[in-house]
């Protein structure tokens, strides 16, 4: 099976501030690769797709990249809606997330 | 109006059975390939298990399978989660997730509210 590995586990950031959040596979995923945003005591809602295309809806200020074993999310400006926890997540003949990355307020 | 409706948990015994329905509005159902999706209380996401469109494939996690059977009747556009022999560990939210098409394949562009499943003596 494949694992997903995020990095980091949480991260302190403040609004306007750039981040980026890395997933790595234990093995090629062939860029079947999303990006959710999770807030308390809610569903998961997809914001990219197959590594770098943005969901419909999803503010501009997010993307996705990367190929192979690792990839990244990007927030260009942070927003306070934005806190909140993030999981990617993999095809490779089954499905598997990462243990999420908790942004949280600096 | 598009949505997914979970119903079913609650609290069980461990080694007992439950049956989770997810109720589909909105959009084709058939047409979809569908999954189940649970968290853990202050944990993060697992997959649990997937049906084709058509319910000619299931695919189970490792620590599901042989113990919980994914089904669907398109008929009703419901999908069901029969999970048998429970565990302390299968206590978790559990969501139903549509699985996408086309670009959006193996992701999953829309979930239910999720229902909690408690197993506990």
């Known amino acids: 099976d494949i694992q997903m590995t995020q990095s980091p586990s949480t991260l302190s950031a403040s609004v306007g501030d750039r981040v980026t959040i890395t997933c790595r596979a234990s093995?090629?995923?062939?860029?079947?690769l999303a990006w959710y945003q999770q807030k308390r005591g809610k569903a998961p809602k997809l914001l990219i797709y197959?590594?770098?295309n943005l969901e419909s809806g999803v503010p501009s200020r997010f993307s996705g990249s990367g190929s192979g074993t690792e990839f990244t999310l990007t927030i260009s400006s942070l927003q306070p809606d934005d806190f909140a926890t993030y999981y990617c997540?993999?095809?490779?003949?089954?499905?598997?997330f990462g243990q999420g990355t908790k942004v949280e307020i600096k | 109006q598009l949505q997914l409706v979970e119903s079913g948990g609650g609290v069980v015994q461990p080694g007992r059975s439950l049956r989770l329905s997810c109720a589909a509005s909105?959009?084709?159902?058939?047409?979809?390939?569908q999954h189940w999706v649970r968290q853990a209380p202050g944990r993060g996401l697992e997959w649990v298990a997937s049906?084709?469109?058509?319910?000619?494939?299931?695919y189970y996690a490792d620590s599901v399978k042989g113990r919980f059977t994914i089904s669907r009747d398109n008929s009703w556009n419901t999908l069901y989660l029969h999970m048998n022999s429970l565990r302390l560990e299968d206590t978790a939210v559990y969501y139903c997730?549509?699985?996408?098409?086309?670009?959006?394949?193996?992701?999953?562009?829309?979930w239910g509210q999720g229902t909690m499943v408690t197993v506990s003596s």
């Open positions: 997730a549509r699985e996408g098409l086309a670009a959006h394949l193996h992701s999953f562009d829309m």
């Open positions: 909105g959009f084709t159902f058939r047409a979809y390939p």
């Open positions: 049906l084709s469109f058509d319910a000619s494939n299931t």
């Open positions: 093995q090629s995923v062939n860029n079947w």
């Open positions: 197959k590594v770098s």
């Open positions: 997540q993999q095809y490779n003949g089954d499905w598997t």
